[in-house]
């Protein structure tokens, strides 16, 4: 009825859905094949208890290896009879990609190593999508060789010591690192909120 007021109704989880319906053949494959900068990230989404998520989706958003935005359009490739994704092209960095946790909860994806930004060290921003949140989450994944950049990034100088390490990947071999997010506990994730 018109002029009749409206009230908000409360948000509805995200998920499980999702992972029917956003992940894509590639989605884990930022840098090109390869490329000399590209790094492999990975890790597990856990809840409090320990246990692990199996129907997350982690997205990664980051700038090349001289810490510029890309440009790029899009390297998502269709298939011209069905209209399905068909997975990346392979030669665009784009910045971007998007993978769901397997049923222990693990992920991964490769990327390249980011460069830094003015006033930041190297860092690529994380959305996390999973059941039983009413909006995604952000946070971030520092890289841990980049200690004398830590100490400017005002992020990183803004938390306590314990609370900035879940922020910081720990390396591994052949150009790996892992990153935890853990959803709740003693050892959460630092979560960011924009206004």
């Known amino acids: 009825m018109p ?3 409206t009230h908000p109704t409360p948000s509805h989880t995200v998920g499980p859905f999702f992972g ?4 894509f053949p590639g989605g884990g494959e930022l840098a090109p094949p390869g490329h000399p900068a ?8 856990v809840d ?5 998520v199996p129907d997350a989706l982690v997205e990664l958003w980051g700038p090349d290896e001289r810490g510029r935005l890309p440009r790029t359009p899009g390297s998502l490739r269709r298939d011209a009879v ?12 784009t910045g971007w990609g998007r993978v769901p946790t397997d049923a222990e909860g693990r992920w991964s994806a490769r990327t390249l190593r980011p460069g ?10 994380v959305c996390l999508f ?5 909006h995604h989450l952000f946070t971030r994944l520092y ?5 004398v950049a830590h100490a400017a990034d005002p992020l990183l100088a803004a938390l306590p010591p314990e609370r900035r390490r879940t922020l910081v990947a720990t390396a591994g071999p052949h150009g790996a690192y892992r990153f935890d997010i853990r959803l709740q506990g003693g050892e959460e994730t630092v979560f960011l909120e924009f206004r």
Request: charged share 15%; aromatic share 8%.
């Open 3 to 5: 002029g009749t007021p």
């Open 20 to 23: 029917h319906a956003l992940p």
């Open 38 to 45: 590209a790094v492999t990230v990975h890790g597990r989404v």
């Open 48 to 52: 409090g208890a320990g246990a692990p």
């Open 82 to 93: 069905t209209g399905g994704f068909l997975g990346r092209h392979a030669a665009d960095f």
């Open 116 to 125: 830094a930004r003015a006033g930041h060290a190297p860092y690529l921003a």
């Open 130 to 134: 999973a059941r039983g949140l009413l």
């Open 143 to 147: 890289f841990p060789e980049d200690t």
